[in-house]
């Protein structure tokens, strides 16, 4: 399973996700599903600005998580 440590990020960065979603050029509501791990995928043109606008790296933000069962 792949979790979404978005908030993280936003902390660090003492950035809101509207702030972000509004940097990168997606709706806030697409920003916050992919936060809340609701999204199903990511493109990397999405993943490319984010880190870029939070200075980061993808592993920063998505780390793999074995899946319990």
């Known amino acids: 399973m792949i979790e979404v440590t978005l908030d993280v990020m936003l902390s660090v960065r003492k950035m809101t996700l509207t702030e972000l979603a509004d940097r990168v050029g997606i709706t806030q509501a697409n920003m916050s599903n992919l936060k809340n791990g609701r ?17 980061c790296q993808p592993g920063d933000i998505l780390r793999h998580a074995p899946d319990e069962g």
Request: glycine share 6%; charged share 35%.
């Open 39 to 55: 999204a199903r995928g990511v493109r990397f043109a999405t993943l490319d600005a984010i880190c870029r606008e939070l200075d």
